[in-house]
Structure formats: C-alpha cells, structure tokens
C-alpha cells in the first residue's frame, strides 16, 4: 500500500513538471490588433518597436 501511494506521488510530480514545458513561440510574435501594426522599415516616429513580424517587417505599437 505504500509503494502505491509513493508512485501515485511521484507520478503527480512528473505530469506536474511537465505541464511547464511549451514550445516557444518562435522569433517572431503577432501583430495587427490592439494598437500594433506592421511596418517596412523602422517604425514612425512616436511608436514603439515591439519585435519582427512574420514578414519581416517592424512590429510597431501606438503610444
């Protein structure tokens, strides 16, 4: 009885481990909602750079 408690402990420890690990989203992130948009280039004056869009444009933000 107590092997079965102990394996049902440790089993809650590895899924729950487990549940930390994703895959990252990659290098690029979303744009185009919310105040974001896409840009060719460096971003306009008075809006902040977020990241790269999947088409390799400047993700920019409105301020």
Known sequence: MKILSFLFALLLVVFHGAAGFVKSPGP????????????????????????????GQSCCKWL
């Open 28 to 55: 690029f992130i979303r744009c185009g909602y919310r105040g974001t948009f896409c840009f060719p280039g460096a971003c306009p004056r008075g809006n902040t750079h977020l990241g790269i869009c999947r088409s």
